[in-house]
């Protein structure tokens, strides 16, 4: 369906994937990972035809469509229109499926009525099928009835669906670009990061909803349980080349580790007839006698550090951290009273009483708009609530890391600039 053909790509600097080629087919379900940096993003744009490859080709079959849903809004959602309204944007699409699956019919009863088959009824049964499934799959002729399934299975109330996109925050305008996605029709869906913006509900559903999906499925995730149920291979994109592997991210953790381990013996081994080779030379390489076999072992030794220079055992990829100390806090250092919050005439929290003490690790559940946020600001500082006492303990210092994070950074600055910003005094080592 795709594939890309020693495709190359770079970016200032360093060269990300050279001579990449891959094979996507009908169905497929394949987590896409690698190290930060490794270029699945840039991969993922190539595949959607948003960016040319530097040298390599890009195919597709003819007619085949494809859905990207980017980390971050890239396109804005036209502001007026209704969640429901933006999600259907892509209906043309369905409703060309199914002319295309009509035509298809209807060319399959003329070659049956004819009797002929030259191999072209096969081929035209296999299309004919996938371009019905999709169809019908995407609600058919009944497609705002499917669409109100879609995002209410991501989070939209009946209510919500009917409101303009321009009430909505970035996280929920996320999910309607992805309701849009997934009810555009296409063959093949490239999503990179999709649990970002999904609560437990919504992301079980989306689960669910990829598993049963007749489209072909490429997506980047740190969900390694995410990826588990969903995909049925593994494409790890790691020093410019891509390896796939069938199964999901527990079989390709099993196979990395045996690999890795099978490459660090094989090293091993090289290097011992490296060493060995390298005391021949030494010894006998002055000697008449001897000079023939030392020009000989000579190259053979040149050859094993070609072979040695080949072999990828892999880095784990780790980080050191040094957390400066915090200042003393009281005991209790945030204490919420009474505390309630509404928005309009929505109450989110009523009567909110809650003691965090020093080295507590709470995980805050709540269905959406149960008001998460909402408390995770109130204890932060950062909101006051419309009634009730918030006490934080003497020279308390509370971090926030914000749901949406880009929206609270500013876009102009350097990552050292903004570090800076959020540590006032401190400089880098």
Same mark, same amino acid.
């Given at each position: ?9 770079? !970016? ?14 009908? &169905? ?49 959602? *036209? ?10 944007a892509g209906a043309d699409d369905i409703r060309a499926i199914g002319r ?247 109450? !989110? ?16 559940? &709540? ?17 006051? *609530? ?11 210092? !509370? ?31």
């Open positions: 369906m795709f594939s890309l053909i020693d495709v190359e790509r770079s !970016v200032p600097g360093r060269t990300l994937f050279s001579g990449l080629r891959w094979t996507i087919h009908p &169905g497929q379900r394949i987590g896409l990972v690698g190290p930060n940096g490794s270029g699945k993003t840039t991969l993922l744009r190539v595949l959607a035809g948003l960016d040319e490859p530097d040298r390599g080709q890009v195919r597709r079959s003819r007619g085949a469509r494809v859905a990207w849903l980017p980390q971050e809004v890239e396109a804005e959602l *036209p502001a007026d229109a209704t969640i429901l309204e933006a999600a259907l295309e699956a009509d035509a298809l019919a209807h060319r399959l009863a003329e070659l049956s009525a004819r009797g002929e088959d030259d191999g072209r009824l096969a081929e035209l049964t296999r299309r004919y099928g996938e371009r019905r499934a999709l169809f019908e799959w995407f609600g058919g002729d009944a497609l705002e009835a499917r669409a109100r399934v879609v995002l209410g299975g991501l989070g939209f109330s009946p209510a919500e669906v009917e409101r303009p996109v321009r009430t909505f925050s970035g996280g929920w305008r996320m999910r309607a670009l992805m309701a849009r996605l997934l009810l555009s029709g296409a063959d093949l869906l490239l999503l990179d990061e999709p649990t970002n913006h999904l609560d437990l509900a919504a992301l079980a559903w989306l689960e669910d909803h990829l598993v049963r999906s007749p489209a072909a499925l490429i997506v980047v995730s740190h969900d390694r349980v995410f990826l588990d149920r969903v995909v049925t291979a593994v494409a790890d994109l790691e020093q410019g080349r891509l390896t796939v592997t069938p199964g999901g991210y527990d079989a390709w953790l099993a196979r990395r580790a045996a690999d890795r381990e099978e490459a660090r013996r094989r090293a091993r081994r090289l290097e011992g007839e490296a060493h060995r080779l390298e005391r021949f030379v030494r010894r006998f390489g002055a000697k008449a006698t001897k000079a023939r076999q030392a020009q000989d072992r000579k190259r053979r030794l040149e050859r094993l550090e070609r072979e040695r220079a080949a072999i990828t055992v892999g880095r784990e990829h780790e980080v050191s951290l040094a957390w400066p100390d915090p200042p003393p806090a009281g005991d209790p250092m945030i204490e919420l009273e009474g505390v309630g919050k509404a928005w309009g005439g929505h109450v !989110v929290l009523r009567d909110v009483d809650l003691r965090l003490r020093p080295g507590a690790r709470i995980a805050l559940l &709540g269905a959406n708009g149960a008001g998460k946020t909402t408390l995770l600001r109130l204890l932060a500082g950062t909101l006051l *609530p419309d009634r009730g006492l918030r006490r934080a303990a003497p020279g308390l210092r !509370v971090g926030v890391f914000a749901q949406h994070q880009l929206e609270v950074m500013d876009g102009r600055r350097s990552v050292i600039a903004e570090c800076e910003r959020a540590a006032p005094g401190r400089t880098p080592e």
